[in-house]
């Protein structure tokens, strides 16, 4: 079993649609986590990045960590078709070193 | 802002020749930079760590003589493909990591390196 889970999709929608993304994780160690987009042919782009439990929000984007049920998700509200692109969600236990990553989940936004 | 940079973009070359790949960290200095593979519709995976000074730390199943990593200083970090064969086509991508202060040090990935090896 991966450490990290992440919703396969792929997942299309409307354009102005709320979307979840989901990752699920085994190690309770884990107290960094991260959400990246990337455009295909393209390096990933950092996104959103969380300590611990809680939620953030950024714009359009709002991250949610649930460590007691090892779940995280990265919502996006108002959708656009700008947002069509894979999405990875990424985790660590230190404040350095290597990062584990789902295996991403891609994202269609139709206009 | 956290901009790292890799040179070249894409790279076609014959097989059986050496090719290098720059990944540099152009506004803040990274001690620890990482190297990824990524075939198409696939996750990132990690082939090794590149830590400034010292040599790079290799993946289980990653070759260290045919991937070499230099990371000869705090904003540069070198992959080179030893003797590429078509099966090394792949694109490879770098990360640089940066310290964001209470959210932990964090990943910022280069714009990757498309590798065509024929």
Known sequence: QKEVEQDPGPLSVPEGAIVSLNCTYSNSAFQYFMWYRQYSRKGPELLMYTYSSGNKEDGRFTAQVDKSSKYISLFIRDSQPSDSATYLCAMSTTNAGKSTFGDGTTLTVKP | ?118
């Open chain 2, 1 to 118: 802002g956290a901009v790292v940079s890799q040179h070249p973009s894409w790279v076609i070359c014959k097989s059986g020749t050496s090719v290098k790949i720059e990944c540099r960290s152009l506004d803040f200095q990274a001690t620890t930079m990482f190297w990824y593979r990524q075939f198409p519709k696939q996750s990132l995976m990690l082939m090794a760590t590149s830590n400034e000074g010292s040599k790079a730390t290799y993946e289980q199943g990653v070759e260290k003589d045919k991937f070499l990593i230099n990371h000869a200083s705090l904003t540069l970090s070198t992959l080179t493909v030893t003797s590429a064969h078509p099966e090394d086509s792949s694109f490879y991508i770098c990360s640089a990591e940066k310290s964001e202060g209470l959210a932990g040090v964090v990943q910022f990935f280069g714009p990757g390196t498309r590798l065509t090896v024929l």
